[in-house]
């Protein structure tokens, strides 16, 4: 029989993270934009973390969102000025002042995140020609990721969560939100990883690594997986990535 799930966080129950969350409110609306396979494969994934811990937040699944009747509606409604976080040409750095607090003009920011592999996220884009239209905005990172049991591509690379508290902080530094609880992301994706690599340490669990993870300096970016590329680059301003 296979182990009772929290369909909140969708780990099992006896490692349910519901106690440790606490929703925080923004003025912003995060909405995420998750492919399928993100959804089948990763239900415990950061950005079903991010998204419980963000009270002002949905999470939408699909690959083509041009047709999709929620994404439509935040899109078209006057309310609301809605960006996509996607780096490349013409992305507003929020980090370097690209940004300001006059360019929403009374209306509410709705920022949409791709929670995909990198290459699944292009697709997605590709695929989507209404977040194609939207403006684009980025940040510098203030660090490399602290990602350990999954190799990224790239320093600059984040997961889901990491790059939400990258957003967040921008956003508070910038006059345009308020980050209330600025040590939850982070804490919650240290303690996710700290269980993983005791699993993974641990013979007498069936069905896991059975050896510890390498530290990330140590291991070489596996180039031809889409599934070892994150959806976010995020790179300093002087540097372009193309979608």
Not at 183 to 196: D, I, K, V
Request: charged share 20%; glycine share 6%.
């Amino acid at each position: 029989m296979s182990r009772e799930t929290c369909y909140r966080c969708f780990w099992p129950k006896p490692l349910c993270w519901c106690a440790f969350i606490q929703p925080m409110e923004t003025h912003t609306k995060f909405v995420f934009l998750m492919h399928p396979k993100e959804f089948k494969q990763e239900k415990a994934g950061t950005g079903r973390l991010t998204h419980l811990c963000l009270a002002n937040s949905e999470i939408h699944v699909g690959v083509a969102f041009d047709n999709h009747e929620a994404v439509e509606a935040l899109i078209a409604d006057p309310r609301n000025f809605t960006v996509l976080l996607y780096p490349g040409p013409g992305a507003r750095n929020l980090t370097t002042g690209g940004f300001q607090s006059g360019d929403l003009a009374g209306r509410r920011l709705v920022v949409l995140l791709l929670d995909a592999t990198w290459s699944c996220a292009r697709k997605m884009l590709k695929l989507s020609p209404n977040l194609q239209r939207l403006p684009r905005v980025m940040f510098t990172p203030t660090a490399p990721s602290r990602f350990v049991i999954k190799q990224q591509p790239q320093a600059e690379c984040l997961s889901t969560l990491e790059a939400t508290h990258e957003l967040l902080a921008a956003l508070d530094a910038a006059g345009l939100d308020r980050y209330p609880l600025p040590a939850q992301l982070p804490g919650l994706f240290e303690r996710m990883q700290e269980f993983q690599i005791r699993c993974a340490l641990d013979p007498a669990r069936p069905g896991y690594r059975r050896r510890p993870y390498s530290q990330p300096g140590e291991r070489v970016a596996a180039r031809g997986r889409s599934g070892a590329r994150r959806s976010r680059f995020f790179r300093a301003p002087s540097t372009v990535v193309k979608p």
